[in-house]
């Protein structure tokens, strides 16, 4: 079977699996910033994020990129309120990203069962589901694709020097920088992947070219983003942007997000950290000196596409560095287990307790991640104290800015709202601050839909 048909295949039952599992979560309605951004725009609305912020209500975080905003205007003319449909249509985009992700990580030298590993345990994380489950995130998933797009024709241009690659790599970085500014960090990720994937070191040439390449978009981009776009914001080294950077990365490590509540979600954590570590020290104990390099690149990669949580570190915004790391303990594994099954003086029941440790400490970050991404799922339910609120944000035009809305999808919101009591501004404040004087209130059964709900994690936390 072709390469990309496997990867394919694996994805697609991956997927299947998943949205079986949180069929329910496909009939959740349009969530917070989903209200204004996934509609139809008009061609002044589409012109003017070529020169100024992508949102014409001024609300979002001003930045250039106006490739995303035809992508939402194809979500709301195709699809419309149909909320099954913008749902699938994002588990799509997801197995796009991943099938790319998988002929890329197959191309640098991972093998198809370690591969698998990488996947499962992605699927499985709670990011992986904070960016599913929120509709208008299907422009930072476009954006992750063209990225790895871009990873994927540097590394055969390097490889065999066709210049159609180059120009691929070229355009798929500037379609991937003018969706979002992820793509600052590939001048310098790219040339580190090649020295992962790469033994020919003459072909140091067609890596500078493409490296600086990339440089000049990314600067070009940087300049109109400024130049362009008022009050358009830096990351600032300090303090507070190194701790979101720290705390993004630890996430990045953990399917199941670093904020833990309660004895089990604890458990499951340490557990998984108790088998990274051990993972990590076997690995370092085993390897040649070739692979532990291998993993030390994979890992650099990892920390440099954590980058922008310099600015703000989400859950969702952490995919790429999760793939990365995740490839990282796939290549531990591997050879963990494949010295401990051929060195002769590894005796029979020393390789059956490794594997057994692998087994475990696996199950537990599969089990752990789709725990977590329930909780995910279970904070943008209708009768979530968290989204009524910041639904209502945008129904009630309580922003700087009033929200454009469709009617059909402003009248359903309001409905919504009305069935907990809530018909105007100041029922939505009192809801709020009943919710912060008296919490306890609010936590129960979230099967329990005709009451609002305090959810255990809010939908943004790492």
Not at 151 to 166: E, I, K, S
Not at 209 to 232: G, K
Not at 280 to 309: D, E, I, K, T, Y
Not at 310 to 330: D, E, N, Q, V, Y
Request: net charge positive; aromatic share 14%.
């Amino acid at each position: 079977m072709p390469r990309i048909a496997r990867v394919a295949a694996l994805t697609g039952g991956l997927l299947l699996i998943w949205s079986t599992l949180f069929a329910s979560t496909f009939r959740y309605p349009f969530y917070w910033d989903d209200f204004h951004l996934i509609r139809s725009y008009s061609g002044a609305e589409i012109r003017s994020a070529f020169h100024a912020v992508i949102d014409p209500d001024k609300i979002e975080t001003p930045g250039l990129r106006p490739c995303s905003i035809f992508l939402y205007n194809f979500q709301g003319f195709l699809f419309g309120e149909n909320i099954v449909a913008q749902r699938v249509f994002m588990v799509v985009l997801m197995a796009l990203f991943m099938i790319a992700a998988g002929t890329l990580l197959l191309e640098v030298g991972l093998s198809f069962v370690q591969l698998g590993i990488v996947f499962v345990l992605f699927v499985s994380s709670r990011t992986f589901a904070s960016l599913v489950l929120w509709i208008s995130l299907s422009h930072l998933i476009m954006a992750y694709i063209w990225i790895v797009l871009t990873a994927y024709f540097f590394v055969l241009w390097t490889r065999r020097g066709c210049w159609w690659f180059f120009v691929a790599t070229l355009i798929a970085s500037i379609l991937a920088t003018f969706t979002r500014e992820e793509t600052y960090t590939l001048p310098v990720v790219l040339p580190i992947l090649w020295l992962i994937s790469s033994s020919d070191r003459r072909q140091w040439r067609r890596v500078v070219t493409a490296a600086v390449s990339l440089l000049v978009i990314v600067c070009f981009h940087y300049w109109l983003w400024h130049f362009l776009v008022p009050n358009a914001l830096s990351p600032q080294i300090s303090f507070p942007a190194a701790k979101r950077l720290a705390r993004a990365m630890g996430a990045a490590w953990l399917p199941c997000g670093r904020t833990w509540i309660g004895v089990t979600d604890t458990l499951m954590a340490i557990v998984w950290i108790a088998f990274s570590i051990a993972l990590l020290f076997s690995f370092l104990w085993l390897a040649n000196r070739h692979r532990r390099w291998q993993f030390l690149g994979v890992c650099s990669v990892g920390a440099l596409l954590s980058l922008p949580a310099l600015g703000i570190a989400r859950p969702f915004g952490i995919a790429l560095p999760t793939l990365t790391f995740m490839s990282a303990i796939s290549i531990a594994i591997g050879e963990v287990y494949k010295h401990t099954g051929t060195e002769d003086w590894f005796r029979k029941w020393w390789h059956e307790a490794v594997l057994s440790s692998i087994i475990v400490g696996f199950a537990v970050g599969i089990v752990s991640g789709i725990h977590r991404s329930k909780y995910v799922a279970e904070s943008i339910q209708e009768n979530s104290v968290t989204r009524v609120a910041r639904d209502g944000e945008f129904l009630f035009n309580l922003l700087d800015h009033p929200a454009t809305i469709p009617a059909p999808r402003r009248q359903a919101g309001l409905a919504r709202l009305r069935r907990f009591g809530i018909k105007s501004a100041d029922d939505l404040k009192s809801m709020q601050t009943k919710v912060n004087l008296h919490p306890e209130e609010f936590r129960h059964e979230s099967s329990n839909a005709g009451r609002l709900l305090l959810a255990k994690y809010d939908y943004l936390s790492l």
